[in-house]
């Protein structure tokens, strides 16, 4: 019988290596998340769309998850962390423009003049990003972001950007993708700020990274095809852009969209929209002492009118301060 | 020793079933394809990026492949398939729109006149493009898309559109997903007139299906979200539009590009232009008798430039009358 017995128990063990993913069930998929209602709500949900044969079941090519990233995957306070970008490459970027001493918005960012910077609103912000992103070729601008953000470091936290990522959210991301689900970025942020890094950190590709874009032309450059970036905004994935992006780059419908601010209200709508079994949820900042507390009033972030429909439609709102047992990674990412 | 070996039989089972995928390579992958150069050329290609431990081996998730959809993918003669579709729809819409019996280019359509219809041009197609694919959601879009796509039939070949699909790059894109490819189409055609069988016919989702765009916009009507299609070019996925989308969708440059027109020799020479084992095709139409013949004075598909560039660089240059066995599917797809 003996014999007979172990190569049965190897049968076992092939089983085990190769359905190895149905065993990650077994512990609990997001231990920084406090027990409660809303961690138990995404569980639920998931549970409910993977579980063969249940009316609620959707195939895996439909699980379409959608997540916003400043401020809700990462910190965008006291400033979106592609502003700070900005201002370091204005200032590296300043010997080569004598002009900026005296132009504004840049003689702002020079002064460290932060409310005259803030004056200029919308208009200076596009200005900034212009002329630091633009100009050159697409290969370039990687470098220079990859540069930046392996060595920039939060101004409070005192660690890297890629290490001021939430813990709890990259656990969840995780446990969707365990659960057959092909997880995206769609942020109002600069595609190419993001792409560099974010499969390291988020685990998400750069085909799954959405985000605003500025314009780009194909160019022969030394004899060879180039992509240059111009200064030219192509699209804003913010707000009602979010629907418009995810229609035009996936072409589905997410089951499940993550965001933080009245810039995610419309993702969120268009999420809820569709038929079947729907998860939406919004990061409230509730908790200055870890990170930060900011909603209604916020200049960054801003979540207010998104907050009233959450509430309005039972979407999930998640305190920090309660439902998160810890914000950042305990080993830093990319450190 | 029966008893002990039955066991070990299962365990071989178990371990062909999970790993499956590997025994693909004991036959043919491409059938369609005759044995010459060319054929060889793919399969080393295959080989040369997928052996482990090689100095030539891709990562998996570095080995994206693009594809053209018109003419390459499926027959763009005697005219786009999408135009067909449009005049189709004139058709189907000009009882709402008496003013086009008197005016052009809807009267040339209405007419059957398509000597004044190819006189008006890319203005005048540009002008039936808006005038059928908007003002409506995008929802609605795609089921006039699906009803057309499922009864209409090619006039030559009386079956329907997609069955009018090369049996030989059905096998390709097959062949290399079974490698580990993520294959895409990035085509100068419109993305929501190919999402809606696409997946069905090639084997790619609709988030891996790259077009040409109208714009859109998000609204609330009858107290639900909808996305509007508006009568505005978004963007024109073709000649130095593609490397364009390829970097602002895909955000990794293809290790290998397969067209057949001009439209798509800046695709190839991106995709070129990278660094490791790269693979540059184009589909060279000579098969009058089983499909067209057809390349520099072409009105649709032309292939000029493009095929002095191939011949120049030697990129693989299908000549359909020799290398391919078979054209179209023997099972129409879809029917």
Redesign the interface.
């Known amino acids: 019988m003996k014999?007979?017995r172990r190569?049965?128990f190897?049968?076992a063990l092939?089983?085990l290596?190769?359905?190895g993913c149905s065993c990650a069930t077994a512990q609990d998929p997001l231990p920084s998340w406090n027990d409660g209602p809303n961690k138990q709500a995404i569980e639920q949900f998931v549970n409910d769309v993977t579980s063969q044969g249940s009316p609620t079941f959707v195939p895996q090519?439909q699980r379409i998850a959608t997540f916003d990233n400043d401020g809700t995957l990462w910190v965008e306070q006291p400033m979106y962390t592609q502003l700070a970008f900005a201002l370091a490459r204005v200032k590296a970027l300043a010997p080569q423009h004598p002009v900026w001493k005296q132009q504004q918005p840049f003689k702002a960012v020079l002064d460290g003049d932060m409310k005259t910077l803030a004056a200029s609103g919308e208009k200076g912000l596009i200005q900034l990003m212009l002329a630091t992103h633009t100009g050159m070729t697409?290969a370039d601008f990687e470098t220079i972001v990859k540069d930046w953000i392996g060595t920039a470091q939060h101004p409070r936290f005192h660690r890297l950007y890629t290490a001021c990522v939430y813990q709890p959210m990259l656990e969840l991301l995780a446990y969707l993708r365990a659960n057959g689900f092909?997880t995206y970025i769609v942020s109002g942020g600069g595609?190419?700020f993001m792409?560099p890094w974010g499969e390291q950190v988020y685990g998400v590709?750069?085909?799954q990274?959405i985000g605003s874009?500025i314009k780009?032309?194909?160019e022969m450059k030394n004899g060879?095809?180039v992509?240059m970036r111009l200064p030219d905004m192509?699209f804003v994935d913010d707000k009602?852009?979010k629907?418009?992006a995810i229609?035009?780059?996936?072409?589905?419908r997410p089951i499940a969209a993550f965001g933080n601010s009245d810039g995610d209200q419309?993702m969120l709508?268009?999420t809820a929209?569709g038929t079947g079994k729907r998860f939406m949820l919004l990061v409230h900042h509730t908790d200055a002492t870890r990170e930060y507390a900011y909603d209604r009033q916020s200049a960054f972030g801003k979540l207010d009118k998104a907050l009233d429909e959450a509430k309005a439609r039972n979407w999930v709102v998640v305190d920090m301060k309660r439902d998160w047992k810890t914000i950042f990674p305990a080993t830093a990412q990319g450190q």
Chains 1, 2 share one sequence.
């Open positions: 014999l007979v190569p049965k190897t049968c092939w089983a290596i190769f359905l090519d697409t092909k595609v190419e792409r590709p750069p085909e990274t874009t780009t032309q194909f060879g095809p992509l192509d009602a852009g629907p418009v229609n035009k780059f996936i072409g589905r419309q709508e268009w929209a």
